[in-house]
Structure formats: C-alpha cells, structure tokens
T-cell receptor
Framework: AQSVTQPDIHITVSEGASLELRCNYS??????LFWYVQSPGQGLQLLLK??????LVQGIKGFEAEFKRSQSSFNLRKPSVHWSDAAEYFC?????????FGAGTILRVKS | GAVVSQHPSRVICKSGTSVKIECRSL??????MFWYRQFPKQSLMLMAT?????????EQGVEKDKFLINHASLTLSTLTVTSAHPEDSSFYIC????????????FGPGTRLTVL
C-alpha cells in the first residue's frame, strides 16, 4: 500500500537558518514525488516535483529536494529560511490518477 | 501551472440543507478534476476523481449519494454536499490536471464548509 510519513509534526527554526523537512514513502514502483505548501486557510501550492532523472530537484522560493531511492526518502531543504516560509508543508507520492499525502509538517519561523 | 478557483471560499449552512461548491480551471482545460477533504490539522484525503462527461470515481468510504460530483465541462466541476450535517463541516479542496501536464495536480484555494 502507498503511504507517506512525515515524522515531524512541528518544526521551529530561526530566520536565516537552514531547514530540512523529512519525508519517507512506501510505494510499489518508482513514484512521482511532490512537495506542496499550504498557508492557513489556503489551498496547496506546488513547490517542486520529481519524476525521474537528476535526483536533486530545484523548486520555487529557493527550495530543493533530494530523492534517495535507497532510503525511500524525499527530504525538502532550504539553505536560509525567511519568515514568510512559515506554513504547513505536505509531501505527496503517487501517479497521475492518485496522490497520497503525508500528515504535514508545520513550520514556524522565529525572528 | 494552472490557475484554479473555488466558489464560495466560505459557506455556513443549516443542518439538512444542500451546499454546492464550484471548482474552475481558469486558464487551461482540465483533463481530470479531483476533490479532497481536509479535517482540521490533518492531511488531505481524496474523495473522488472526475473526468468531463463521465461519472465520478469515488474513493472507498465516500458516499456518492451524499457527495454529488458533476463535471459539466472541461473547466468546471461541482461538488454538492446533500443534506449536510455538522460532521460534514470541513475544508474542501479541488485540484486539476491539464493536458500536457497530466502528472501534476494544481490545487484550488479551498472552501470552508461549516454546518450548524
């Protein structure tokens, strides 16, 4: 069965510090992997996606993620966090017919 | 990516009434539209998938007579919550895939439904 685990429910980082949000997945084949961000009361915005090729993918707003097949992981990173990055982040895995989402990680940024 | 709108953004209704939520793809024709439900502090759960002119495919456990989906055109899908009850209160989000980018879902801003 497909599943996505985001181990951290909340993460707090200082503005300017680096960030890594963890995502582990279980999927029967090579998955499509996504990271979305959701601000309070809003829909989801696509940050980046991985389908194949280079395992390090660049996204919007300075985010990147690395696909590691051996670890079944797709962690999201940002070298320097801005206060506006405070939001909830969802990792998702699937194909064109269905996405399975993780439970989300709430990012708080302290000044 | 595709721009997706939802209307209304927020609705409050009385128990027993029906509520219609619209999802529109504004700049692309949507090959497929998806409806999700998100409970407070939880992740998104897929409710159903719909293609224009076809009956929606509902996920296990989702009552198709309760949540009516109409995909009338390539840019519009509606979700009607029939005989709404307080337990139907939730955040409903739609997403679309578009031709040429069928591997990525683009999400609407969501509709907050509160049933009194």
């Amino acid at each position: 069965a497909q599943s996505v685990t985001q181990p951290d429910i909340h993460i707090t980082v200082s503005e300017g510090a680096s960030l890594e949000l963890r995502c582990n997945y279980s999927y029967g084949a090579t998955p499509y992997l996504f990271w979305y961000v959701q601000s309070p009361g809003q829909g989801l915005q696509l940050l980046l996606k991985y389908f194949s090729g280079d395992t390090l993918v660049q996204g919007i707003k300075g985010f990147e993620a690395e696909f590691k097949r051996s670890q079944s992981s797709f962690n999201l990173r940002k070298p320097s966090v801005h206060w506006s990055d405070a939001a909830e982040y969802f990792c998702a895995v699937g194909n064109i017919n269905k996405l399975v989402f993780g439970a989300g990680t709430i990012l708080r940024v302290k000044s | 990516g595709a721009v997706v709108s939802q209307h209304p953004s927020r609705v409050i209704c009385k128990s027993g009434t029906s509520v219609k939520i619209e999802c529109r793809s504004l700049d692309f024709q949507a090959t497929t539209m998806f409806w999700y439900r998100q409970f407070p502090k939880q992740s998104l759960m897929l409710m159903a998938t719909s293609n224009e002119g076809s009956k929606a495919t509902y996920e296990q456990g989702v009552e198709k007579d309760k949540f009516l989906i109409n995909h009338a055109s390539l840019t519009l899908s509606t979700l009607t919550v029939t005989s709404a009850h307080p337990e139907d209160s939730s955040f409903y989000i739609c997403s679309v895939t578009v031709a040429g980018a069928a591997d990525t879902q683009y999400f609407g801003p969501g509709t907050r439904l509160t049933v009194l």
